[in-house]
Antibody, heavy 115, light 106 residues
Framework: QVQLQESGPGLVKPSETLSLTCSVSGGSMSNYYWSWIRQPPGKGLEWIGH???????SYNPSLKSRVTISVDTSSNQFSLKLTSVNTADTAVYYC?????????WGQGTLVTVSS | IQMTQSPSSLSASVGDRVTISCRAS??????LNWYQHKPGNAPKLLIY???TLQGGVPSRFGGSGSGTDFTLTITSLQPEDVATYYCQQSYTIPYTFGQGAKLEIK
C-alpha cells in the first residue's frame, strides 16, 4: 500500500516561495505520475500539476508561471515550489498518486500565506 | 473543462437512495472520477472511469453516465456517508473538479 506524507513550512510570507515535499513509501515511484492538489479554506479542490517519474511535467495554466514540480526517485520524494505567493494561495496542499484518477493521497498540510 | 455538480448540498435520511449529478462543459467520454471527502481527512477515491468501483468501497456506491452527464448514487444512505462528494474529469489536462456536493443526514 503506497503511503504519502507532505512536509514543509506551515507559514509563508507574501511574495515569498512556498516549498513542500511529498515522501512516498510502500512502493516504487517509477513509471507513475505524481500530483499536487490544493484546497483553499471553504473552497473546492484544484489540481496544481503533476510529474512523471522520468521528470516530465504538466501544470495547471492558472498557476503555470509560478509552479515547479520536481522528483527525486532515489529518495522517493517529489516536491512543489510556488513562487510569489499571496493570500489566495492559502490552502491545504495534498500530494497524490496520479493514474488520471487520484488513488492514494497524503493527509494534507495547511499552508498559510501571511505576514 | 468546467465541471458542475448538483445539488451543492443535500440532506437525506438513513436508508434513502441519494443521487448526485455532475455535468461537464464538453464531452469527456467516461473519464470521470468520484471522491468522498470528510473534514480533516484526505479525499477518498470511490469510483473511476465513471462506473468502476474502487476496491474496498461499499457496493451501495455506484456511478453511471458518459459524455457530459454523470451520476453518483448511494443506494442506502448510512451515517458514515456524511461527507462532501467531488467529481473530477481526467479527459484532458488540466484535470478539474466539480465544486462539491455536501451530504448530510436528516
Amino acid at each position: 500500500q503506497v503511503q504519502l506524507q507532505e512536509s514543509g513550512p506551515g507559514l509563508v510570507k507574501p511574495s515569498e516561495t512556498l516549498s513542500l515535499t511529498c515522501s512516498v513509501s510502500g512502493g516504487s515511484m517509477s513509471n507513475y505520475y505524481w500530483s499536487w492538489i490544493r484546497q483553499p479554506p471553504g473552497k473546492g479542490l484544484e489540481w496544481i500539476g503533476h510529474i512523471y517519474s522520468s521528470g516530465t511535467t504538466s501544470y495547471n495554466p492558472s498557476l503555470k508561471s509560478r509552479v515547479t514540480i520536481s522528483v527525486d526517485t532515489s529518495s522517493n520524494q517529489f516536491s512543489l515550489k510556488l513562487t510569489s505567493v499571496n493570500t489566495a494561495d492559502t490552502a491545504v496542499y495534498y500530494c497524490a498518486t496520479d493514474r488520471i484518477y487520484f488513488q492514494h493521497w497524503g493527509q494534507g498540510t495547511l499552508v498559510t500565506v501571511s505576514s | 473543462i468546467q465541471m458542475t455538480q448538483s445539488p451543492s448540498s443535500l440532506s437525506a435520511s438513513v436508508g434513502d437512495r441519494v443521487t448526485i449529478s455532475c455535468r461537464a462543459s464538453q464531452t469527456i467520454s467516461t473519464s470521470l472520477n468520484w471522491y468522498q471527502h470528510k473534514p480533516g481527512n484526505a479525499p477518498k477515491l470511490l469510483i473511476y472511469g465513471a462506473s468502476t468501483l474502487q476496491g474496498g468501497v461499499p457496493s451501495r456506491f455506484g456511478g453511471s453516465g458518459s459524455g457530459t452527464d454523470f451520476t453518483l448514487t448511494i443506494t442506502s444512505l448510512q451515517p458514515e456517508d456524511v461527507a462532501t462528494y467531488y467529481c473530477q474529469q481526467s479527459y484532458t489536462i488540466p484535470y478539474t473538479f466539480g465544486q462539491g456536493a455536501k451530504l448530510e443526514i436528516k
